[in-house]
């Protein structure tokens, strides 16, 4: 492949028009897909002047990259491409999936209903459920009454890991103060809570909240993924 691919970039470089240019970087961003290399070959149709390009050109080339960017994990890109190709209707149960990765419940409803053979019921009842993205700001506050915040994103057993956690660290602290023991106590105490309270039970918390909104929605898209395709 490391050949073909050498071959196709001095055709490239060495194209007599942009339209032997754009079937030799084309054909190059195939041989990276066929290969596992989603990336490499989004990247190569980047290269691709699309305003050189007649409209069906256009369009097919947006509709490459973004089947490249879903490929390599950028959902968010891929969506974003589908729609400004106008092709997105052509496959209403991948533009479905894709509006339900990036939370637009609603259109992805619509979109999901358009497919054939869709089972309507089942459908409206899915999204009746469809998941509300937890918000980093009440993630916070809840934080701050230790295992409070975990709960919220829906760790309930991390939440009283964290409790117990930072109450050992409290009644530590308390014991060596009251032992007479202050530096032992205050030092090794405020150690303590910086771990169990500060950095586990707040700034952990926060820094879950878009791995927890992205769980919930890849769940979400593997339970809409079965009902269309069956």
């Not at 930072?166 to 009251?178: D, E, I, K, L, R």
């Not at 032992?179 to 809570?193: F, V």
């Amino acid at each position: 492949m490391q050949e073909r691919l050498l071959a196709l970039e001095r055709t490239v470089w060495s194209a007599g028009s942009p339209e032997e240019a754009y079937a030799a970087l084309q054909e190059k961003a195939a041989c990276y897909a066929q290969a596992g290399m989603p990336e490499e070959a989004l990247a190569t149709l980047e290269r691709i002047k699309l305003y050189m390009l007649d409209d069906g050109q256009r369009r097919e080339i947006l509709r490459c990259k973004a089947l490249y960017a879903r490929e390599a994990g950028q959902d968010a890109t891929a969506l974003s491409l589908l729609e400004e190709s106008g092709t997105a209707w052509e496959d209403p149960a991948d533009y479905a999936l894709l509006l339900a990765g990036s939370g637009r419940y609603d259109e992805a409803l619509e979109a999901a209903l358009r497919c054939p053979g869709a089972d309507e019921a089942a459908l409206r009842k899915l999204f009746l459920h469809a998941p509300k993205d937890k918000n980093e700001k009440t993630a916070m506050w809840l934080s701050f009454v230790p295992g409070l915040g975990q709960f919220y994103l829906g760790n309930p057993g991390e939440g009283l890991l964290t409790l117990a956690l930072t109450a050992g660290s409290v009644a530590f602290m308390a014991w060596q103060c009251v032992d007479g023991c202050w530096i032992t106590g205050l030092l090794g105490g405020g150690l303590l809570l910086k771990e169990t309270y500060f950095d586990r039970s707040i700034v952990r918390t926060v820094e879950e909240v878009d791995a927890v909104n992205r769980r919930r929605r890849e769940t979400f898209v593997g339970q809409l993924d079965k009902l269309l395709h069956p």
